[in-house]
């Protein structure tokens, strides 16, 4: 009986879609981590340059403030004209304003603990600057050298070196920050080169693998369908046809094994009819051999009979002869 199949599940249609399906999904990963790296990148900038170097930039504006102001003040302690102490008290005061302002915006900017804690020893030592400060301009009042030279030495500068160490010590995490960030990005920056070079490699690779694969089968079962076409149809039947109902190919096969069964079913009629043609014509040729064997008898059987004649009609003449 001819094979019947199932509709195929694994067409060609599906191959190809598979196939594309597989390139496409290798070429979306490697777009989506390069996307998502460049994404980090273009984040940890934005964190850097908005963040990080802009607080450094503040914390320079206030290091350079209070250092300006340190040397206004002993410029002004140590000066014996008053004009240039109110000349340069304006200037403290004018910085000082612009310094309490930085600090105020950078108390908000802060976002780490770490930070938290520096900006609060920098306002603890600014509040034992600007003690040394007033000590400062009071000993300077008193016009007694001796006590101006003593209050600098012993409470403003080491004050000062205080707060500009603390105010140091934030620009340097600031920095240290901007290098840290700065490592991320490249990282980040490597990692988005890397993935899409090496997904698209991989892209490729699967790619021509997957044709390969799908080339070779769709031609081999094609190839194998032709030629057992060609022994069909040079009446070779011998040889068993083996289809299956995954893809196409194997549909085609299993139609030629049907045509190959019926093929078979066919000849075999036919082979029954010629030998019963064979037995029918074996039957004539000794019922004709039979009657060609009764005919020779019958006309040996005349003969023999044409032959009495002859004697009766020799005996006939001899008596009438006699008589």
Same mark, same amino acid.
């Given at each position: ?46 964190? !850097? ?8 930039? !503040?914390? +320079?504006? %206030?290091y ?25 008290? %304006? ?11 930085? !600090? ?9 603990? &770490? ?14 600057? %600007? ?26 500068s080491?004050?000062?070196? &205080?707060?500009l ?10 920095? %240290?920050?901007?290098?840290?960030? &700065? ?27 997957? +044709? ?15 030629e ?30 049907? !045509? ?32 060609s064997?009764r ?23 001899h ?5």
């Amino acid at each position: 009986m001819p094979t019947r199949f199932n509709p195929p599940r694994n067409t060609l249609g599906r191959r190809l879609l598979w196939t594309f399906f597989a390139v496409v999904l290798m070429g979306l990963t490697g777009a989506t981590i390069g996307f998502w790296s460049l994404y980090r990148v273009n984040t940890a900038t934005l964190q !850097m340059e908005h963040q990080n170097m802009r607080v450094e930039r !503040m914390v +320079s504006d %206030a290091y350079r403030h209070q250092a300006l102001n340190a040397v206004r003040y002993k410029a002004m302690a140590l000066s014996s004209e008053p004009e240039v102490g109110e000349a340069l008290a %304006a200037d403290i005061a004018a910085t000082q304003k612009d310094y309490n302002t930085l !600090m105020l915006d950078l108390a908000t900017r802060l976002n780490t603990d &770490a930070d938290r804690s520096l900006l609060k020893t920098i306002e603890l030592a600014g509040q034992s600057f %600007a003690k040394a400060n007033t000590e400062l301009v009071s000993a300077r009042d008193s016009g007694l050298t001796e006590r101006i030279h003593k209050v600098y030495a012993e409470r403003f500068s080491p004050a000062s070196k &205080a707060l500009l160490t603390a105010v140091s010590a934030l620009a340097n995490s600031q920095r %240290a920050a901007i290098d840290s960030a &700065a490592e991320q990005i490249a990282q980040w920056s490597f990692m988005a080169r890397t993935a899409l070079v090496t997904f698209n490699v991989a892209a490729i690779l699967l790619g021509t693998v997957l +044709s390969l694969w799908l080339a070779r089968s769709v031609s081999h079962p094609i190839q194998l369908a032709g030629e057992t076409a060609d022994r069909v149809a040079s009446l070779d039947l011998r040889e068993d046809i083996q289809g299956h109902d995954r893809d196409e190919a194997g549909r085609l096969l299993g139609s030629l094994a049907s !045509m190959q069964e019926a093929l078979r079913a066919l000849v075999g009629k036919v082979s029954l009819s010629i030998e019963n043609i064979n037995s029918a014509s074996a039957d004539i040729s000794s019922g004709n051999l039979d009657l060609s064997s009764r005919t020779e008898e019958a006309a040996s059987s005349r003969q023999q009979t044409a032959a009495s004649w002859q004697q009766i009609a020799q005996n006939v003449r001899h008596s009438a002869h006699a008589a």
